[in-house]
């Protein structure tokens, strides 16, 4: 008898509702519904035909623990645990297989002596977004009560961190305002640093139907011509670095045109004037200086019809990394909630802010939790932690000795990935929940392996705050993460009383108070198709900002900061000539894989279709580069030998890569440039030298 099942999609933050036809255990097939609230009846192809990785034979069906770890730690053992460590089954040359009784009473062991050894501040947890919200509030409660440590951060630290703290720093709140479906609503859509066909496909459905319908214009900026720009009145290739310029400028011509909502403005808003003064006395923020930057002066005539379509129309502005992992990411989001403040174009229907987050919970991650500067519910911690580059620094040092990662692959996404696995090796134990054996669990000391989305129960958050309660579409017998940490914290304090996820559920929900609140699962169940976007109460809140934001005094607070000359613009500034083998790498995805391809790699139906990351390059360069496979070098470390594709589509001296395949060694390239605000990797731009193979 085959089954149909309703749950959510385990990729994207798009948080795509699906159904699956299920039969004896095995998932047949995976589609959208109709009515589908979020896909509207269409799927990518990963949510779609990436679902194979659930069955794959390379599974972590079991526990593990390295043979080095045991011997190291052999004569230390407790009794019990030493009598047991010696019979042991062999899995492989450098596992053993292990009971899971053993194995979580043999993690607790060891928390507990480097805890007691080293203190508190020895350990860290790194995190929670490729699991549902109960596993990352477990997680974040697990660092914070039971290791009694302030460490602990997700995978929003290479992503959208710059989007929380800039829009929560000039409205309070750090989520996207509007429903997707609100794209049919609207009059005018900017896309800015999204490759929105390639990550979010089914918002990018919506973007391209307004488009072609005519009932929304659309501008696309980007450092390369992408997919969606076909559909686009306005597409406007920018230098790499150049957001916050871009960004400022428009500011520039909605001022100097005087084209600012003043109503909104004056009942809403704080520091305008001070902030106007700013922009128009900006040596920088005037378009006419686009026309210095060569290869780029047609900008000084496009940004002025972007903003003006966008002060003058009803708009909404998507954004995805392309505008966060750079030097001054959380700036440029404030940059972008100006405008929306100065036009008007927030608090409304049709109009709004909508960073497209990465992960399919990254948005539940940080709302519970997970991150060193909030507690659950961005609550003021008692005690604030560091983020991930941070941690990296410490383990050099020798202060963390500890690590827990759940779901994420820390020894492959991260940047700087030489300093990375230096500070790995400095570790007394890594402890690893995980689907399959990836770079950092093939680091870990002890594995456990847990179930999929597709096999649990759990409440996942999209981009545009959605929660969905998901159900399981197949019966495993592998743990839940947060069972994996409720086991290990009975045997450390024994104060995660909890049965099944809907205990844990419960109290989350009351944790993340002002958003989750009314999120029972009865209502959630009631509510599966469509989802609730929080706040919720009794009701749940599609729009937010109606009417004032959500700061202390309601009002949101303009800041100015001035874009900093450097790199590619500098260069092209004042003339200087590229050396032959240089350029400035971006990065990105492809559609067929997401992030570090932890599932999709195991997706044969995905994997055959893109399986080794290639680099783009202008066809002018290609006389230049003089090969079809090439090496990159930068000052932190060099790539694999990687495929070469010219095109039409990419500026000259730039390039452009993917970086799913571990292989491949991309993030070997990125040093510790990030954000200055909140940490986040310049994974946008970096020189590199290019070496013919």
Same mark, same amino acid.
């Given at each position: /008898? @085959? ?7 385990? =990729? ?18 995976? =589609? ?15 949510? $779609? ?49 292990? #009971? =899971? ?36 509030? /477990? ?7 039971? *290791? ?18 800039? /829009? ?7 989520? %996207? ?24 496909? @089914? ?5 391209? $139907? ?25 597409? *406007? ?15 520039? !011509? ?34 006419? +200086? ?12 496009? @940004? ?5 379509? +966008?002060?003058? $129309? ?17 700036? %440029? ?47 003021? #911690?008692?005690?604030?932690? &560091?983020?991930? #580059? ?15 990662? *759940?779901?994420?692959?820390? %020894? ?22 995980? &689907? ?51 086991? @290990? ?47 919720? %109460? ?5 729009? &937010? ?19 900093? &000359? ?69 000052? +932190? ?8 594709? +010219? ?31 909140? *940490? ?12 013919? !193979?």
């Amino acid at each position: /008898m @085959i089954s149909d099942i309703n749950s959510v999609c385990t =990729y994207c933050g798009v948080g795509c509702d699906i159904t699956a036809q299920v039969q004896d255990n095995k998932i047949l097939k995976i =589609y959208a519904q109709n009515d589908g609230y979020v896909s509207q009846g269409k799927l990518c192809i990963k949510g $779609k035909s990436g679902f194979d990785f659930v069955h794959s034979p390379t599974r972590i069906r079991n526990c593990r623990v390295k043979k080095s770890f045991i011997e190291n730690n052999l004569e230390a053992l407790p009794r019990e645990l030493k009598a047991r460590a010696k019979t042991l089954k062999e899995f492989d040359e450098t596992y053993f297989e292990t #009971p =899971y009784e053993f194995t979580t009473s043999l993690a607790a062991w060891k928390l507990l002596e480097i805890k007691e050894k080293y203190g508190r501040h020895a350990f860290c947890g790194m995190g929670g977004a490729r699991t549902s919200c109960e596993s990352s509030y /477990m997680f974040q409660k697990f660092v914070r009560v039971a *290791m009694e440590s302030p460490h602990v951060d997700n995978c929003a630290r290479v992503c959208h961190s710059p989007s929380l703290k800039g /829009m929560k720093t000039a409205i309070g709140e750090g989520a %996207a305002t509007n429903p997707y479906d609100d794209i049919f609503q609207t009059q005018n859509i900017i896309v800015m640093g999204s490759n929105t066909t390639e990550a979010h496909p @089914i918002v990018a459905n919506r973007i391209i $139907k307004a488009a072609r319908d005519k009932t929304a214009s659309l501008s696309v900026i980007d450092v390369r011509q992408i997919q969606l720009g076909k559909f686009a009145q306005h597409e *406007m290739v920018i230098p790499y670095e150049a957001n916050l310029l871009v960004l400022n400028m428009m500011a520039y !011509v909605i001022l100097s045109e005087k084209l600012y909502n003043n109503e909104f403005i004056d009942t809403r808003c704080k520091e305008f004037e001070s902030y106007k003064e700013s922009i128009l006395n900006d040596e920088f923020a005037n378009p006419e +200086y686009m026309k210095n930057i060569e290869g780029y002066e047609i900008l000084s005539e496009q @940004i002025p019809h972007v903003a003006r379509e +966008y002060a003058t $129309k009803k708009s909404m502005f998507f954004w995805g990394l392309g505008i966060t992992e750079h030097l001054d990411g959380s700036y %440029a989001v404030m940059a972008i909630v100006n405008l929306a403040m100065m036009t008007g174009n927030i608090g409304k229907t049709g109009a709004g802010l909508m960073p497209l987050r990465g992960q399919n919970n990254v948005q539940g991650a940080c709302d519970t939790g997970c991150l060193p500067y909030f507690d659950p519910d961005y609550k003021t #911690p008692k005690e604030i932690g &560091l983020m991930t #580059p941070e941690l990296i620094d410490e383990m050099i040092a020798g202060k963390i000795k500890a690590m827990y990662v *759940m779901g994420e692959d820390i %020894a492959h996404i991260h940047p700087n990935q030489n300093k990375v696995h230096n500070a790995l090796k400095n570790l007394e134990v890594i402890i690893s929940n995980e &689907l399959f054996m990836n770079e950092i669990t093939q680091k870990a000391d002890i594995v456990f392996g847990v179930k999929s989305a597709y096999e649990k129960v759990g409440v996942y958050v999209n981009a545009m705050r959605r929660l969905h309660l998901s159900q399981p579409l197949v019966e495993a017998n592998m743990p839940d993460d947060w069972e994996v940490l409720r086991d @290990i914290e009975n045997k450390i304090t024994g104060n995660f009383v909890y049965e099944n996820s809907e205990d844990v559920w419960n109290e989350a929900k009351e944790a993340v108070g002002t958003r989750y609140s009314g999120a029972t699962y009865h209502k959630l169940s009631k509510n599966r198709n469509r989802g609730m976007q929080w706040p919720i %109460a009794k009701e749940d809140t599609p729009i &937010l900002h109606l009417e004032q934001f959500r700061t202390e005094d309601g009002k949101g607070t303009f800041y100015y900061h001035q874009y900093q &000359l450097r790199e590619q613009i500098e260069k092209l500034v004042k003339k200087q000539t590229f050396a032959k083998n240089e350029f400035y790498l971006t990065t990105g995805r492809t559609i067929v894989h997401y992030n570090n391809a932890a599932q999709t790699v195991q997706s044969e139906n995905l994997n055959s279709k893109y399986d080794k990351d290639i680099v783009l390059a202008s066809i002018e360069d290609k006389e230049r580069i003089g090969s079809e496979h090439i090496i990159l070098k930068s000052p +932190y470390g060099e790539s694999g030998i990687l495929p070469v594709k +010219y095109v039409k589509t990419i500026k000259p001296n730039t390039l452009f890569t993917t970086f799913h395949h571990a292989a491949s060694k991309v993030n070997f390239l990125f040093g510790d440039e990030c954000d200055e605000l909140i *940490m986040t990797a310049r994974f946008k731009s970096v020189k590199v030298e290019v070496e013919s !193979v």
